[in-house]
């Protein structure tokens, strides 16, 4: 299996400042057909976790432009320019390159 | 709007089968796959299996044995059993649209609010 290897586990942030996450995969996440299928979720307390970010960089629908993503290969990140309230929770990176998909520890996210 | 919504028993007893059905609203079971997802919190976020439009199924080798996923189109459903349970399958299970069969460039674009299910005597 793909071991994800998210860092840090844990991000207290300041309001308004800005927060990066570190996701490493033990194998390169290019699929055959050139994608890279690195995606990043973020998961509130009691909900299911939301998607975010597909194929390293893209926002998915309605995510705001302050969470981009960045990386290639085996390396990836995601940034949040300036943190708000609503973006406390849970993320994790997952890769949907190889079977099985595997996912991060998670990073929990919180403010200071 | 699409939408998930798991069902089934939240607790099992060990060594039995865990029996889950999600019913989809919003989009046809056959134009899609369909995975599903456990959180454990020993474990965290671990994937199950997924099962194409056509019925076929891609399970995760750590549960291979113990997996049977179903499409009832009918009903637009999506099943899970899972057998011979013990208190490591204890989880919350979720059923998350995987991908379009052609032309895709996500998954998991849309969970159920998830089920708690306890294995437990």
């Known amino acids: 299996d793909v071991v994800v290897t998210q860092t840090p586990l844990s991000s207290p942030v300041t309001l308004g400042q800005p927060a990066s996450i570190s996701c490493k995969s033990s194998q390169s996440l290019v699929h055959p057909d050139g994608n890279t299928y690195l995606s990043w979720l973020h998961q509130r307390p009691g909900q299911p976790p939301r998607l975010l970010i597909y194929?390293?960089?893209n926002r998915f629908s309605g995510v705001p432009d302050r969470f981009s993503g960045s990386g290639a290969g085996t390396d990836f990140t995601l940034k949040i320019s300036r943190v708000e309230a609503e973006d406390v929770g849970i993320y994790y990176c997952m890769q949907i390159t190889h079977f099985p998909r595997t996912f991060g520890q998670g990073t929990r996210v919180e403010i200071k | 709007q699409v939408q998930l919504q798991e069902s089934g028993p939240g607790l099992v007893r060990p060594s039995e089968t865990l029996s889950l059905t999600c019913t989809v609203s919003g989009a046809s079971v056959r134009s899609f796959y369909w995975s599903w997802i456990r959180q454990s919190a020993g474990k965290g976020l671990e994937w199950i299996g997924r099962?194409?439009?056509?019925?076929?199924?891609t399970y995760n080798p750590s549960l291979h044995s113990r997996i049977t996923m179903s499409l009832d189109t009918s009903k637009n459903q999506v099943s899970l059993n899972l057998n011979s349970v013990t208190a490591a399958d204890t989880a919350v299970y979720y059923c998350?649209?995987?991908?379009?069969?052609?032309?895709?460039?996500?998954?998991?674009?849309?969970w159920g609010q998830g089920i708690l299910v306890t294995v437990s005597s």
């Open positions: 194929k390293i960089s």
């Open positions: 099962i194409q439009v056509n019925g076929d199924t």
């Open positions: 998350v649209r995987d991908h379009a069969p052609v032309g895709w460039n996500y998954a998991f674009d849309y």
